[in-house]
């Protein structure tokens, strides 16, 4: 078997797929009863998805994701699987800390799927990562950052950092830039230089921040951050400028909407205040019609 790895290792390039796959079927022993001279070229792909992480029956999996699986913007025009993404995640730092705000909807396209996603995803105590791109991407690979980010504090006796916590996450994004991730994500944090805020895409960029606003409202969010966001902010304000973001971009994004879910994150840690319908939120900081809604708890 080692013999038949190093075999197709030296030989991937220039072996045809049927000699690939014969040499792959080999390594893993697939129907030891079979002779790989008579193998099926179509039992040995399903007997290789079988037993490996799935990957494009091809010579070079990651130039054909590279080519066919393009994520940003206006690189999907020539692809028969167009990625329709929608959401709307915020975040920014006040004298009082870091107000993470998210909507709930994941949408594909017009269809609606979910109302109720949890964009937020809880690191550690002291640390939130956001979700906007694909749902799986993000929860998969934050919920990774925190196995990583527990090991640190295991090795050094100490709480990571959130500029460590993050370039943790762009190091892995950069390794796997081209594959097709699709990843807009948020670090947040307190640490001991004070509250920090960070973003990170599927590209390894990483960009350190007062405020970002990420996904398909992102535009409307910014035009109610940028015109009410001070430093000197009561903790109170913060959480009705976070709100009444959310709600904008849910009047006028129509893949944005559900609910929204609010943390603060101050230097005890963070702290979730509650999610409120957005159409309650349009109605009342919109519409001006209802009064202020009340937070319903997790």
């Known amino acids: 078997s080692y013999l038949s790895y190093l075999e197709l290792k030296a030989n991937t390039r220039e072996c045809t797929p049927n000699k690939r796959m014969a040499a792959l079927a080999k390594v893993l022993d697939v129907g030891s009863s079979l002779r790989i001279s008579k193998l099926d070229t179509n039992e040995l792909v399903k007997n290789e998805h079988e037993m490996n992480f799935s990957l494009a029956p091809v010579a070079d999996p990651a130039m054909y994701s590279s080519k066919n699986f393009g994520v940003g913007y206006d690189t999907d025009r020539e692809q028969a699987v167009k990625f329709a993404k929608g959401t709307t995640t915020l975040a920014f730092k006040f004298n009082g800390g870091v107000i993470v705000s998210v909507d709930s909807r994941a949408t594909m396209g017009q269809y609606i799927a979910s109302q109720t996603v949890k964009k937020v995803i809880e690191i550690n105590p002291f640390l939130l990562g956001t979700m906007a791109g694909g749902a799986a991407d993000c929860q998969f690979w934050e919920r990774n950052l925190g196995i990583q980010c527990r090991m640190y504090e295991l090795r ?66 910014y035009g109610v951050i940028d015109s009410n966001l001070r430093p000197d902010l009561t903790v109170e304000e913060a959480i009705d400028l976070g709100r009444r973001a959310i709600a904008g971009a849910a009047h006028r994004d129509a893949f944005s909407g559900g609910f929204n879910n609010l943390f603060h994150v101050t230097q005890d840690g963070w702290s979730f205040k509650g ?15 209802n009064d202020a809604p009340q937070p319903m708890e997790e």
Not at 177 to 201: E, F, H, V
Not at 206 to 212: E, M, P, S, T
Not at 275 to 289: C, E, F, G, R, S
């Open 156 to 221: 050094n006796k100490q709480r990571i950092s959130v500029a460590a916590a993050s370039k943790l996450l762009a190091n892995t994004m950069y390794q796997y830039r081209g594959r097709g991730l699709s990843m807009g994500t948020m670090i947040c944090g307190w640490d001991n230089t004070g509250p920090q805020l960070y973003y990170i895409d599927d590209d390894g960029t990483r960009l350190k921040g007062d405020v970002f606003c990420v996904g398909s409202g992102s535009t409307y969010a």
């Open 275 to 289: 999610a409120i319908d957005t159409n309650d939120l349009v109605y009342t900081h919109i519409m001006k019609k």
